[in-house]
């Protein structure tokens, strides 16, 4: 059994297509020293949803192929993703090279053309979901954090939305935190935060949000000690979803004492 899974709470399952999934955390497969240490960080964090990016499905070449090393971990579903896509017609190119390559349903739509800013094209992102989705994958895209786009996305049939918490690989955390509130609350299915996670207290508060899971890659890979890293990123998941089933305490614009004592100071003492 995995360490990192609660067997008491098998009933809090994340639904993604036709496959549910006990761990709410996704890792990333970029950016490790080495396939060793992401096999590692992998099996810490016990992530079952992996994705890779297809130019690394690539069995001729052993030392760049990403794909074989993780096909052989037990109870990890890969998710090909288009990284590298200019436009929707690439993305659904690759898209559906992928599937044949990996058997996998599952496809993660990356479209961000610019690579100063590697922000996702909405227009394009929309119109490879619409037609991938049409063809029975099941689609989940990186997209800006659009509470329109995220409506759109889920009306063609995505089976989650995953906007960026800040620009990719900056570290920034959840600065696009009100909106992912408005996104949250009309989406209907899983909202995933993909992308700007630094540290395990960012990927918890987005959980305590009402996500459905994170995604975090660079975070772990270029850690110190990524096995370690993705460790305290489960952790951190779990509590987050923990807090947020629990239900938090409101917040309000004035204090109030937890033990209040006006009753007690303002009772007559019987030896007055």
């Known amino acids: 059994m995995n360490p990192n899974h609660d067997p008491t709470d098998s009933a809090d399952a994340l639904t993604l297509g036709e496959q549910t999934f006990s761990s709410r955390l996704i890792l990333g497969t970029g950016k490790f020293a080495s396939t060793a240490a992401m096999v590692q960080a992998v099996k810490a964090s016990g992530a079952e949803l992996v994705t890779v990016a297809l130019r690394r499905v690539n069995r001729e070449r052993p030392d760049d192929d990403l794909f074989t090393p993780l096909a052989q971990l037990e109870g990890v579903t890969l998710m090909p993703n288009t990284s590298g896509a200019r436009n929707a017609r690439e993305a659904i190119t690759a898209a559906r090279l992928a599937r044949q390559l990996c ?26 979901c619409r037609v991938l989705a049409a063809e029975g994958f099941w689609v989940m895209p990186y997209m800006p954090p659009d509470p ?5 996305l889920e009306e063609v049939g995505c089976v989650s939305v995953m906007p960026l ?36 207290s960012e990927a918890a508060a987005a959980m305590e949000m009402g996500c459905g899971a ?28 923990a807090a947020y089933r629990a239900g938090l305490m409101p917040r309000g614009t004035a204090a109030v004492a937890s033990s209040p004592l006006t009753a007690f100071l303002s009772t007559p003492r019987a030896d007055a």
């Open 165 to 200: 918490g800040s620009a990719i690989g900056s570290g920034h955390g959840l600065a696009a935190a009100d909106l992912l509130r408005l996104i949250l609350r009309d989406s209907r299915i899983p909202v995933i935060v993909d992308a700007g996670l630094r540290a395990p």
């Open 103 to 128: 058997d996998s349903r599952f496809i993660k739509v990356e479209i961000h053309p610019n690579p100063h800013h590697l922000m996702p094209d909405a227009l394009e992102t929309y119109e490879a």
């Open 214 to 241: 994170v995604l975090v890659n660079s975070a772990i890979a270029v850690a110190g000690d990524p096995a370690a890293m993705a460790t305290a990123f489960a952790g951190a998941v779990r509590a987050g979803r």
């Open 148 to 152: 329109v786009l995220a409506k759109r």
